[in-house]
């Protein structure tokens, strides 16, 4: 199935004052109608500004370069006065804290009904009974109620049930999702992944899950993208991965997830920091953390390599691998 999202060397860095952060270098990826794409990766790695750069929202003294296709036009670059026609009506966002994306000082219904009026020139009376629709599809009980309310007056779990609502109001054909399950309760985050799972059947949105979170991963995703210090290090199916990881990170990722069905005494970790972006090491900036290092970490910075069917990885290290050990 063709690409809905095709993402081309994404390139996004930060002026400062002296010098350029590069925060994402050179990410690649894509997602198809009704497919789900989970970008995994510890705080800092890039994730979420991968996805602000295609919406158009970084910060004053961001910059991005590369391609972000949505239906054959090109996102990145395009001024915000074009920009504003495709975000919230073909590409959504639902951003990390629901009670801060709200207006505090507007009704839930005033928020919902300016998108459609905004994007599909509604009425207020066809938009006021499409929101309530939605919110209704959301599994929000008292909907027509839940319309009227200030955010405040809202459940955390109901907010972020009203933020999926609102991003799914235009029927977008991209569907982002930045930490969708944070701060919520293990059975409301059941919910939100039971909800996210429905809603792409029936509405055959392409949905991409940025998380650190390997069980949202394991209950939601389709394929699965690794990204360390900007860039993706490992790529593939999620069943893949799990269960035959081939980047060092992964493996540490999924070794230092807590599972029910054993009795750890401690959890066990990945040694070390995330890098410092402005200070990388030389080579692969993975290699201060590495079980697996050689001396060509040192010296040179794996490419993103294709191996197998449909997957890719940043590794020299060629050998299945096991258990870590501590990095000495």
């Known amino acids: ?9 994404l390139t996004v860095s930060f002026a400062l004052h002296d010098h350029d952060l590069v925060a994402v270098d050179h990410l690649s990826f894509s997602v198809s109608p009704g497919e789900t794409l989970a970008v995994v990766g510890e705080s800092g790695s890039g994730k979420s500004q991968a996805f602000l750069s295609i919406m158009g ?20 670059g395009l001024p915000p006065s074009q920009l504003d026609a495709y975000r919230g009506r073909d590409i959504a966002m639902i951003f990390q804290d629901p009670m801060t994306s709200l207006n505090p000082y507007l009704r839930i219904g005033q928020q919902m009904s300016e998108v459609l009026v905004q994007h599909k ?21 008292d909907a027509s109620g839940i319309f009227e309310r200030y955010p405040h007056e809202c459940s955390g779990g109901m907010r972020q049930r009203i933020m ?12 982002i999702a930045d930490e969708p399950t944070t701060a919520l309760d293990v059975t409301v985050q059941a919910q939100m992944l039971e909800l996210f799972s ?10 991409v899950i940025i998380t650190h979170d390997l069980g949202v991963v394991a209950g ?65 900036p993975f290699n201060p953390r590495c079980a697996y290092r050689c001396d060509r970490c040192f010296a040179e910075r794996p490419a993103l390599t294709p191996f197998g069917e449909g997957r890719a990885k940043a590794c020299f290290y060629g050998a299945p691998l096991v258990q870590a050990e501590e990095v000495a």
Do not use: W
């Open 198 to 207: 429905s809603l792409t059947d029936e509405f055959g949105t392409a949905l």
């Open 1 to 9: 199935m063709a690409a809905v999202l095709d993402v081309k060397d």
């Open 121 to 141: 020139q509604m009425s207020k009376k066809k938009a006021r009974a499409d929101a309530i629709r939605m919110l209704d599809a959301v599994k929000l009980a």
């Open 57 to 76: 929202l970084l910060a004053r003294n961001g910059r991005a370069s590369g391609h972000a296709i949505l239906d054959g036009v090109d996102l990145i």
């Open 164 to 175: 999926i609502a609102m991003a799914l109001l235009c029927r977008p054909k991209v569907l």
């Open 220 to 284: 939601l995703a389709d394929r699965m993208m690794v990204v360390y210090a900007g860039r993706a290090v490992e790529t593939g199916t999620v069943e893949q991965l799990f269960y035959d990881p081939h980047h060092p990170y992964t493996l540490g990722l999924l070794n230092s997830t807590p599972h029910v069905e054993t009795r750890a005494r401690r959890l066990n970790t990945i040694s070390g920091s995330p890098p410092n972006l402005e200070h990388l090491p030389r080579g692969c």
